[in-house]
């Protein structure tokens, strides 16, 4: 099979029949074998309804849904998972991201080698208060993930090459790092495709404000992970060894020092009235609690086995 088209969506009914028609169009036009893979990530209005009645009019069609609302990552993996395509493209239900560009995006995996390629809206139809954030989210991803040919990191529209999608996992709301996740897997030739973007036509927007400061957590998150994630007593113990040596050395020099003046004869106060012995008491407790946790961490680090384990209801 050419392609897998992956549709993540939530409470789209209103462009589900025409963003079909339109991806059917495309796929026809250029003689492609291909799949469409709608993720009902928990809609509450008629998406499944649509999505079951596509199933029967079109081969091509199939489709995963939630019991409720988990988020794009989580549709993303479920759609990752089920994919066959030798071309994994993903792209938004909302008619935003143009099916137009499918063609395109395909030969750039195909014939350019390329192993991921991100769409770049260059004219955006949004408005100031969300492109002027992007920007900013952007120029931090770039820097802190080391990829600095993508202008937009959080654009819907992407492809893959199969051994991408199937050699990384996307959870929580990582979605906005996957050039991110598939250099560290070992995948690099990541590419940029100037992509067309369209006013919404249906409906409004699902994401708020927030999910730009939860995009810069997510970000130190993912760096965190990526260095130090397999290896937490690195970061964790250096860090605890060295704030324990400073409050070692630190109360050791007040002993020494009391020892010396109690040699000559003076008493001077308790240790107990200087403020630097229980500045060095804490430190060293707080470098043992860092210590510790870097060495319960690589205990525990990533042994969650349920960490996408999504309650699917249907799948079809």
């Known amino acids: 099979m050419d392609i897998s ?3 993540p969506l939530f409470n789209e009914e209103e462009s589900l029949p025409e963003l079909h028609a339109w991806i059917q169009r495309v796929m026809n036009a250029n003689g492609f074998s291909y799949e469409i893979i709608f993720v009902n990530d928990g809609s509450t209005d008629n ?3 649509i999505i079951e009645e596509l199933h029967r009019k079109d081969e091509h069609v199939h489709g995963i849904k939630f019991r409720r609302n988990y988020g794009k990552s989580p549709a ?17 239900a909302d008619l935003q991201d143009s099916p137009d560009e499918i063609p395109g995006l395909f030969r750039l995996i195909t014939e350019d080698k390329f192993d991921l390629v991100s769409g770049y809206k260059q004219k955006r139809y949004d408005p100031l208060s969300k492109t002027l954030p992007t920007k900013l989210f952007n120029a931090t991803a770039r820097k802190i993930s080391g990829v600095h040919n993508l202008h937009d990191f959080n654009c819907g529209l992407k ?3 199969r051994d991408v999608v199937k050699n990384i996992e996307v959870y929580g709301e990582m979605h906005r790092y996957i050039p991110y996740l598939a250099k560290e897997a070992g995948f690099a030739r990541i590419g940029e495709k100037v992509v067309h973007h369209q006013a919404r036509k249906y409906g409004k927007s699902k994401f708020g404000i927030n999910r730009f400061f939860n995009g810069y957590l997510d970000l ?7 260095n130090f994630g397999k290896k937490p007593m690195h ?3 250096l860090l605890g060894s060295f704030v324990f040596f400073i409050g070692f050395i630190a109360l050791i020099s007040l002993f020494v020092e009391k020892t010396v003046m109690l040699f000559n004869g003076e008493y001077g106060d308790l240790l107990s009235n200087h403020a630097s012995f229980y500045i060095a008491l804490t430190a060293i407790l707080l470098g043992t609690q860092l210590f510790l946790a870097g060495f319960i961490g690589d205990l525990i680090s990533r042994s969650n086995p349920r960490r996408n384990d999504y309650q699917i209801e249907k799948e079809m």
């Open 5 to 7: 088209v992956i549709v």
């Open 235 to 237: 970061v964790f113990g």
């Open 159 to 161: 492809a893959y090459r």
């Open 76 to 92: 993303l993996y479920c759609g990752f998972k089920a994919a066959k395509g030798d071309v994994v493209i993903t792209m938004d």
């Open 220 to 226: 130190l998150t993912l760096w965190f992970l990526t």
């Open 47 to 49: 998406s499944w309804g």
